[in-house]
């Protein structure tokens, strides 16, 4: 079962010949979003930078978006995001930006119209934290990363 929402957005002046993001296919789970540039960015390993889209967005209220990595670019050319997934508030109004990385051998370069990042929308939970003296026991306990038993 799938489900569909309306959600504003605005394209600014350096995006406004990109394509709007979209789903590519019926099982989708995020739209690609480009790089709205007016030059090439060369991304050299190990450096980061900050990517513009050209877009803002409007969610409503208990939504957000997430920013994600492009598989591929990972794959080919280990090209990510550094804050991976990237969240983007319901009340966020500002241009939305991709901080990418290049943890690959080679640099790489970015240009105008490239694919960089997906687009997730998602429904969030705000919780109301409560200190208790101890939590309940379950059958794992405290086994884990960094744990010995």
């Known amino acids: 079962m799938s489900s569909s929402l309306n959600v504003d957005i ?4 350096h995006a406004s010949d990109l394509p709007i993001p979209k789903y590519q296919t019926e099982g989708a789970a ?41 598989s591929g670019l990972a794959y080919t050319h280990g090209i990510s995001i550094l804050n991976s997934p990237g969240t983007i508030d319901s009340d966020y109004r500002g241009e939305i930006k991709i901080l990418l990385i290049n943890l690959g051998q080679d640099k790489f370069v970015i240009e105008h119209s490239s694919r960089i990042a997906q687009l997730i929308i998602a429904p969030i939970i705000q919780a109301k934290l409560k200190v208790v003296l101890a939590l309940d026991k379950t059958k794992r306990g405290q086994k884990g990363f960094g744990s010995t038993g």
């Open 10 to 13: 605005e394209i600014l002046d």
């Open 30 to 70: 995020g739209m690609d979003l480009y790089a709205a540039l007016s030059k090439p960015i060369v991304l050299r390993p190990l450096e980061r930078t900050l990517i513009p889209t050209g877009l803002k967005i409007s969610l409503p209220k208990n939504l957000e978006a997430q920013v994600r990595p492009r």
